[in-house]
């Protein structure tokens, strides 16, 4: 029998172990293929189409078979290795790699967290500038506010600044809980999509209306309170941008299955979802932290201006520099994704492949 011939039987198996590699990636085990995949029957097949896998490699190598069915094999190999030999890296290595090296990458390339961006940041800067703007847009952050809560606003600044350092500590921990509540309900909104992009649009308006109103001429209070909101806002406000993207990162996950059945999806969105959600909850701790240390001080506020401008860039370049997509990337890498059909365009011809076995 001739190579090409022999390995033109093996797809079958090579099939087969693309269900398992996938099944594993997903899932972690191979129980959902089949009954006769569970347990430990299970993981003996994996391991003889492996081996198998590794023997037909071997061989396409040796009688040099077309390229697209080597490349194939190697990328069947190594992804099929990943998930035998594959080990837990330790919690503290693992977050700093989500958080340095999946979340940046993720967020640059996600495109619910540009929606979620998009959106937020908008409707924040459109309603601020409504907001602010009394004559060509009259009553408008009274009627989205409500005018008692405006004047609660500017009535609680009109005295500076002045909290005890022994309350710092207090104070951050009050806005981590509150910081978290927003991004955690925006998230789990996300599932759903519209609730997600409503509660997102509500805080981005109202929070835009008030910078607005606060901004007015003769508004009491006005310094004090951007002098409190400048150092923490940038780290606030991306946060909870984010954290609505990966929310609706789960909801697209539920009715855009991708060809995967519905539980698979929304677990595989899941894991797409926790860098970014990784991402968010170390920027609400930074602005929490700043809120509750930095922004009530009596510090000048050039230098609080200064801490905004610095976050800010430092929040670019984690989104820019670590963002840009690589070379190689889990999402994108062949290894993950190899099937026959996508590399092997057609069947290998009898005559390329007219060498023996033996």
């Not at 009259?138 to 005890?164: D, H, N, Q, W």
Request: charged share 20%; net charge neutral.
């Amino acid at each position: 029998m001739n190579v090409a011939k022999l390995l033109e039987k093996r797809r079958v198996d090579w099939t087969e172990l693309e269900r398992l590699c996938e099944a594993m990636e997903l899932r972690g085990s191979t129980d959902s293929v089949s009954p006769q995949h569970r347990g430990a029957s299970g993981v003996a097949r994996f391991s003889s189409l492996y081996r198998a896998a590794c023997a037909d490699l071997a061989l396409a190598d040796a009688y040099q078979l077309p390229p697209n069915t080597v490349t194939y094999l190697h990328r069947l190999v190594a992804r099929a290795h990943n998930q035998l030999y594959r080990t837990h890296t330790p919690a503290p290595g693992g977050w700093i790699r989500i958080l340095f090296q999946e979340a940046p990458q993720r967020i640059f390339n996600d495109g619910c967290v540009r929606v979620a961006t998009l959106v937020f940041f908008g409707l924040f800067a459109l309603s601020m500038v409504m907001g602010a703007s009394e004559a060509q847009f009259p009553g408008f952050a009274e009627r989205i506010c409500g005018t008692k809560m405006l004047e609660g606003t500017a009535e609680s600044f009109k005295e500076p600044l002045a909290v005890r350092p022994e309350e710092y500590t207090a104070r951050a921990a009050f806005y981590i809980r509150h910081n978290t509540g927003i991004g955690l309900q925006c998230f789990a909104y996300g599932i759903l999509l519209i609730p997600c992009l409503v509660t997102l649009a509500y805080n981005a308006i109202v929070l835009g209306a008030t910078f607005g109103y606060m901004s007015r001429d003769g508004i009491e209070g006005a310094d004090h309170f951007f002098e409190f909101v400048t150092a923490h806002g940038p780290f606030e406000l991306t946060a909870i941008a984010l954290s609505a993207g990966a929310g609706l990162r789960l909801g697209m996950g539920l009715f855009y299955t991708r060809g995967l059945s519905r539980v698979d999806s929304v677990r595989q969105a899941g894991r797409d979802a926790v860098p970014v959600m990784a991402a968010s909850a170390t920027m609400f701790v930074l602005a929490a932290f700043t809120e509750g240390f930095l922004s009530p001080s009596g510090a000048p506020y050039l230098f609080k201006v200064a801490w905004s401008i610095f976050s800010s860039g430092m929040i670019t370049l984690y989104f820019v520099v670590l963002g840009f997509p690589r070379n190689e990337s889990d999402r994108g890498s062949l290894v993950r994704t190899a099937r026959y059909a996508d590399l092997v365009d057609s069947r290998v011809p009898a005559d390329e492949g007219d060498r023996d076995a033996t």
